[in-house]
């Protein structure tokens, strides 16, 4: 059974990585870690859901996503059938 500590863990060395790195394709995959990591724990994902999410899109809107004052978000896209 994951839990919130161990999601700050986990968290906390990827975001350690992202600053310590000047390459920014591998700052494109630990942001893609980050966002995998806590779309699973947080959208309660089960099985094999985490892996139907498509990281890239998650990347493309996250601009447009910041420049929404009234309710900043990021959009999860997901392949195929999710959540029945």
């Not at 060395?13 to 870690?33: K, M, N, P, T, V």
């Not at 947080?42 to 929404?68: D, M, Q, S, W």
């Amino acid at each position: 059974m994951v839990n919130l500590g161990m999601v700050q863990k986990l968290e906390d060395g990827i975001e350690r990585d992202y600053q310590s790195s000047r390459i920014e394709e591998e700052r494109d995959s630990f942001a893609d870690q980050a966002v995998f990591v806590l779309a699973a724990f947080l959208a309660a994902l089960r099985e094999g859901e985490a892996f139907k999410l498509v990281l890239c899109e998650a990347r493309t809107y996250f601009a447009e996503a910041r420049r929404n004052t009234k309710l900043p978000h990021v959009v999860l896209l997901f392949r195929g059938r999710f959540k029945g």
